[in-house]
């Protein structure tokens, strides 16, 4: 499972920079999040933790309570990356604001990150 996950984030971290060299801000925005939302439950899933339904809420919360702050596997500033690529990507899929290039890239360097990190953990 976590290879396989860990492969479609990689899938998406790649079609999100494709997307950014393409103009399209607003799908490279939404994409990049779920590539950190993927990772992450393949983190969760390496320290055995699992949901069966993986909510939103339930990764973020629960990667960032056991993962950053009581484990400390994660660095402390990955805390808050998943709540807030969720509130880029929510603005990017579900608002008439555009996303710029500007916010674009950076919601795909903090995927970037994200997944550099799980694979160093998971590796």
């Known amino acids: 499972m976590r290879e396989e996950l860990l ?3 990689k899938e998406n971290l790649e079609a999100s920079q494709s997307c950014l060299d393409s103009g399209f801000y607003n799908v ?9 939302f993927q990772a992450a439950i393949v983190a969760l899933a390496d320290k055995g933790k699992r949901s069966d339904k993986n909510s939103h809420r339930w990764v973020q919360a629960t990667f960032s309570e056991e ?6 596997v994660y660095p ?3 805390k808050s990356y998943l709540m807030d690529m969720q509130i880029v990507r929510n603005q990017a899929d579900y608002t008439r604001k ?4 500007k916010i674009a890239s950076r919601q795909l360097a903090k995927a970037k990150e994200f997944v550099e990190a799980v694979e160093k953990e998971v590796n």
């Open 7 to 9: 492969s479609k984030a």
């Open 28 to 36: 490279c925005a939404s994409r990049s999040y779920y590539v950190a």
């Open 67 to 72: 993962l950053v702050r009581k484990r400390k």
């Open 76 to 78: 402390g500033k990955l």
């Open 98 to 101: 555009q996303t710029s290039k």
